[in-house]
């Protein structure tokens, strides 16, 4: 360890700071639904069926495993479902795309045999509704309590020191010694996986327009025997996404969040293929001439920086500040004048990558565009 | 277990991890200065501005019905449900756009939909509280003399860690951390300049202590459903909110195995006698820290139990559970009214001190006027800033916010490299696109 060592985790630090502190504009893109559903208007919440709920409680003493399943009542199953069936509707109706109605015909069937049933003899009496959400679940959770058993080396240490003895002083040469022990470390952990089927079924025609079936896993444990510092900070480095507020990485989360949380991760999937979704994307911005203008870009100023913008470039125009228009542009949604701008910088300087992303980047949305329109004019004329 | 070859002379790495934490010391101090200074923003003003709500709800709704006998609350572990609905009501009559009331019942025949249209608010509420209890184990080192006994309390007392006393020396044992050790090798060397003690004697234990972690989880479920000429839903959504504690009783701390102890009763004499590693070990007692294994099952047939006012006092849990529903509701209610957010402005260093004071302490009416006192020629950049900032602050009208982004451009003419000012233009163009919206909703009330 020395100062050369020290100056160079400050200036790491410095980087760190500067990278960490400097914002680069978000713009919300928005990305078509990849399955054609803009025949479908009114969605109705079907039931959320329960395949198997498993969760059991194990407990180790003496080498010994003990386990207790936790019974659920059917009602219990039913609010589980809920919960789950909660989270798709709202994903589903983050963006006003669907509009999502409960009906008690739908929900009230049994399973989704009843309701392909249904639909395939046209029996329901519901009016305007387009399709049906329904889906199944699958659940398994444990929770342990557990002993991990490791050596451990324990230190002690007793320095060296002078005593007087019999008219004299003596030397203690002092004692510097290791001991291992094995020792017990009582540890408690959660894993569950969530397995979700969702379907989303026309009724005119009767036809499954989009199913899927994914699993989400999550594990957490507490207590047990230390990480070493490496371990720590991998998984420091790897860690996903805490479940609750507090205390949060020193308690389990219950059933409840655990749920919760593994559904959003499944339906924001099953969600973006049917629906259209909107995005935040970072958009780097060119080191152009005028400073501030780039800065009005980074704090969402947008317009006061097109005029800016505007200004320095009708006289000698810079390709950084042309790129840095289209950024602002692209930002309004103006996607024609963002395209121009851009292919002017580019025209100007054909080796800048930059520039070709933001001729990229817009051409990608116009191409998606007139499925986006379709797809939001189906709503409009609604 | 085994022994590893005692070393007589004074422990080195001690030396090695002086040096350490002297220039640690200084490289953390120096990164979170830099950090601190790249990211830290001054005093800040703070005010409140009005958001859309994400929905528009038809101008003709201004009468909410909460169903309190079509909310679901089978699930409802905690008794929330009035509380939730009583709350829900609140909030919408609060922002103005709705009178939201809750009822036990509603029959719907009486209404007149060709008159009057209504929303009906159904939904369910879940909630749920659990205790976990259970016991871990730690080791800890506990260090003596003079000057390692008080640094020791002073790293523990800096880091609010449990502290154990063991059964030999009355050293002080902590578990430590990175922060801690820090602070402790600071201390002990302070102490050794003050000529208190050299490199403290040290001796580690394994511990065992007790502790409650309480969880609580609480979702709602709100749908909203207009009664007019036509019956539509207009809104589904489920907002959960969850708190967590770790409680440890500081009491329940105990140390289990000492090293001294196996020291001086099974192998001192060994040691002292002779340099050479001694093993086998064949007394169990000396390599088995036996008491670190639970004897209770935490996890038996019954289920966890809910927290009782032991694990949380009565108005600590009237606090968490206020908090949860607060949270809860709060995005359905976003969903369907136009809300009030708070919103925090950095303020300038410079200009008129009193203006800044002024705006700092929540005024930000006589900030404006005293600023509006000073010639426009002699208004600096801060000044102006601090005007446009008042204005917002204070706005009444569109009018206001108008004027309040001309000042921030007046103030970022005068300073064009300033984050601050730049960002008070943001704020005011990002409301003056919600402000269409919003005037849309309003003007449907």
């Known amino acids: 360890m020395n100062s050369r060592f020290v100056q160079k985790i400050a200036w790491i630090s410095v980087l760190l700071g500067v990278v960490a502190c400097a914002p680069a504009p978000l713009l919300t893109m928005q990305t078509p639904a990849e399955i054609d559903t803009s025949q479908i208007q009114t969605v109705a919440v079907g039931r959320f069926e329960v395949g198997r709920v498993y969760v059991v409680r194990r407990a180790e003493r003496e080498g010994i495993w003990e386990a207790h399943e936790i019974f659920f009542s059917p009602e219990q199953q039913d609010a589980i479902a809920r919960t789950v069936r909660a989270r798709v509707v709202n994903l589903l109706t983050a963006t006003p795309y669907f509009r999502v109605v409960f009906t008690e015909e739908f929900e009230r069937l049994e399973n989704d045999a009843a309701l392909q049933e249904l639909i395939s003899v046209q029996g329901y009496t519901t009016a305007d509704v387009d399709a049906v959400i329904s889906g199944k679940i699958w659940l398994e959770a444990e929770r342990i309590d557990g002993l991990d058993l490791s050596k451990e080396d324990l230190e002690y240490f007793n320095p060296p020191r002078a005593y007087r003895s019999y008219g004299g002083y003596r030397e203690d040469p002092g004692l510097n010694l290791n001991v291992q022990q094995v020792v017990w470390w009582p540890y408690k952990s959660v894993r569950g996986t969530l397995g979700l089927e969702i379907k989303l079924t026309q009724l005119t025609p009767g036809r499954v327009v989009a199913s899927t079936f994914a699993t989400r896993s999550y594990a957490q444990r507490i207590g047990g025997k230390p990480a070493s510092v490496l371990d720590q900070l991998t998984a420091g480095l790897q860690a996903g996404p805490q479940l609750a507020a507090g205390d949060s990485g020193l308690v389990l989360p219950s059933l409840d969040q655990l749920v919760a949380e593994l559904s959003v991760s499944i339906a924001a999937r099953f969600v973006k293929r049917v629906s259209l979704s909107e995005r935040r994307v970072p958009v780097p911005l060119a080191a152009g001439s005028n400073a501030t203008a780039q800065l009005l870009i980074e704090v969402g100023a947008y317009q006061l920086a097109i005029e800016q913008l505007q200004q320095a470039t009708a006289n000698a125009p810079d390709p950084n500040d042309l790129y840095n228009l289209g950024v602002c542009f692209e930002a309004l949604g103006d996607y024609g004048l963002a395209l121009t701008s851009y292919r002017e910088a580019w025209e100007k300087d054909r080796e800048n990558v930059l520039f070709a992303q933001g001729i990229g980047r817009v051409e990608r949305i116009r191409r998606e565009l007139p499925q986006l329109r379709r797809q939001t004019r189906s709503r409009e004329e609604s | ?445």
């Open chain 2, 1 to 445: 277990m085994i022994l590893r070859m005692p070393i007589f002379s004074p422990n080195p790495s001690v030396t090695r991890f002086r040096l350490f934490a002297k220039h640690t010391g200084w490289g953390v101090t120096l990164c979170a200065l830099l950090w601190g200074a790249g990211c830290a923003s001054g005093p800040a003003a703070t005010f409140e501005v009005q958001r859309p709500a994400k929905l528009s709800v038809p101008r003709e709704v201004r009468k909410i019905f909460i169903r309190s006998d079509f909310v679901e609350a089978a699930q409802d572990r905690l008794g929330l449900k009035a509380q939730v609905l009583a709350r829900l009501a609140e909030k919408l009559n609060g922002l103005g756009r709705f009178e939201a009331q809750v009822v036990d019942h509603l029959d719907e025949n009486s209404l007149n939909p060709e008159q009057e249209t209504v929303a009906v608010i159904q939904g369910e509420v879940v909630s749920r509280a659990e205790l976990d209890r259970g016991q871990f184990t730690d080791v800890a080192t506990c260090t003596g003399g003079i000057g390692g006994r008080l640094s020791a309390i002073g790293a523990a007392a800096a880091s609010k860690e449990a502290i154990t006393v063991d059964s030999w020396g009355g050293y002080i044992c902590r578990k430590g951390n990175f922060k801690s050790n820090l602070t402790q090798a600071a201390f002990t060397q302070a102490f050794a300049l003050a000529g208190l003690s050299g490199a403290p004697p040290k001796n580690q234990v394994v511990r065992t202590y007790r502790y409650r972690n309480l969880s609580f989880f609480v979702q709602a479920t709100f749908s909203v459903t207009v009664i007019g000429p036509q019956r539509s839903t207009l809104a589904i959504r489920t907002d959960a909110s969850q708190f967590s504690r770790r409680i440890v009783n500081q009491s329940s701390y105990q140390n289990v195995q000492e090293v001294h102890n196996i020291v001086v009763t099974f192998l001192g004499p060994v040691l002292r006698a002779s340099a050479l590693p001694t093993f086998p070990n064949l007394i169990r007692p000396a390599a088995l820290a036996e008491r670190s294994r639970p004897r209770e099952v935490f996890y038996g047939s019954a289920s966890l139990p809910d927290p009782g006012w032991r694990d949380l006092t009565r108005s600590e849990r009237a606090t968490v559970l206020n908090g949860l529903v607060e949270q809860t509701i709060l995005g359905f209610v976003q969903t369907i009214s136009p809300y009030r957010v708070k919103v925090e402005a950095a303020l300038d260093s410079g200009g008129d001190a009193e203006a800044r004071a002024l705006l700092e302490s929540g005024k930000p009416l006589d900030a404006r006027r005293r600023l509006e006192t000073i010639s426009q020629e002699d208004r600096s950049a801060s000044n102006w800033y601090h005007l446009g900032l008042s204005y917002e602050a204070g706005a009444v009208s569109v009018e206001d916010y108008e004027d309040a982004r001309r000042f921030y451009i007046e103030a970022l003419n005068r300073s064009s490299s300033s984050r601050v000012y730049a960002q008070g233009v943001g704020r005011i163009e990002r409301f003056l696109a919600d402000y269409r919206k919003l005037r849309q909703q309003m003007e449907e009330r």
